[in-house]
């Protein structure tokens, strides 16, 4: 009976090894930007470091825009094991953000943080950190947060402390940022926000972007409006893990190899409760992005899940109608874009 037993977990050991080694998101035509709140890196310890290099690793991302690191050391050990990445940490107080990036496909021009001084310590308890680079002969500039968590669901105004009302001055803030020193550039504001991009208009902390569409677009709107089995932060659950754009990238989004996913890294593992207990409390969100001409998708080729609804852009509930870019949501998680041109 123990050889049984043994050869069992010996047989699920490689197959959980196998399935997590199928895990892919990035492509060499495409520019990945992929976030991720990796919860006190590391979670437990060695076997955290692993998975982090196994996933890190087939993922295959351009940038990793990273929070909670505990270890600095430990993780730039994890990336020394990956061929052609290199990391960098600025943050040495609670809750580091670094990022991980391809020195094959990324050219790094700078690498700084904003609002660090005590004034906005309110508002952001981690300064933003702002990677600027260029891929492929094009400018981009992502900016990583972590910002303040927890709160009652209720935005109150009047009330400095309020959470909601950190956030949301944090989100005023970086609007403002991007406004005045980032205007007509190919920004991504990514990380873990900690609030909900459905909550209504009066208790929303993202509106300031949400009302402004010609400049801005949250690309995870459809992932928000779908299925819980799909949002970043299972737990509780909630999306809470956010992908913002600005308008100089809407075309490059809407091509329809575009994409934008939470990665359902627990997939590839035996249980939530594996990937939970080793690696994160978060799962990853990513961003693949293409240039070029935006073309239509035949009807024909039909994604064989359950589709549970189609959205706009806005992630309102939608018809076809000509010239619209459509997402079609299914049950697996599966976000399809669509251009209707006729």
Not at 22 to 37: P, Q, R
Not at 220 to 228: E, G, K, P, V
Not at 229 to 242: E, F, Q, R, V
């Amino acid at each position: 009976m123990r050889k049984i037993l043994l050869v069992l977990l010996l047989c699920n050991q490689l197959a959980t090894a196998q399935n997590l080694n199928n895990l892919s998101f990035g492509t060499d035509s495409t520019f990945e930007v992929v976030s991720w709140n990796i919860e006190w890196f590391p979670k437990n310890g060695q076997t955290t470091a692993n998975y982090v290099e196994t996933i890190l690793t087939n993922l295959e991302a351009d940038i990793y825009a990273l929070q909670e690191i505990d270890d600095t050391t430990l993780l730039k050990q994890v990336v020394a094991n990956i061929p052609g990445y290199e990391c960098y940490f600025k943050s040495t107080y609670y809750g580091g953000l670094g990022y991980v990036y391809n020195t094959n496909t990324v050219q790094i021009n700078n690498k700084y943080e904003i609002y660090t001084s005590q004034p906005f310590w309110n508002a952001f308890p981690r300064s933003p950190q702002v990677l600027d680079l260029t891929h492929n002969g094009k400018q981009y500039y992502v900016i990583n947060n972590h910002l303040k968590c927890c709160g009652d669901g209720s935005l109150d105004m009047n009330n400095s402390s309020d959470e909601e009302m950190r956030r949301y001055m944090a989100v005023y803030y970086l609007k403002q940022y991007i406004d005045n020193n980032l205007a007509n550039k190919n920004v991504i504001v990514v990380g873990d926000l900690n609030d909900e991009l459905t909550d209504f208009a009066s208790h929303n902390v993202f509106q300031d972007f949400i009302t402004d569409p010609s400049n801005y677009l949250f690309a995870d709107m459809q992932i928000a409006n779908s299925s819980n089995t799909n949002w970043s932060y299972p737990s509780w659950p909630s999306h809470l893990d956010h992908i913002l754009i600005t308008n100089e990238l809407f075309d490059e989004f809407q091509n329809q190899n575009s994409y934008i996913s939470t990665i359902k890294v627990d997939d590839y593992l035996s249980s939530w409760n594996q990937y939970d207990n080793n690696i994160s409390d978060h799962r990853p969100i990513g961003i693949r992005l293409v240039n070029g001409s935006i073309s239509s998708i035949s009807e024909t080729q039909h994604n064989k899940n359950k589709l549970i609804k189609i959205t706009d852009l806005l992630g309102r509930e939608s018809k076809k109608r000509k010239k619209q870019i459509l997402f079609y949501l299914y049950d697996n998680g599966t976000v399809e874009k669509r251009i209707v041109v006729e």
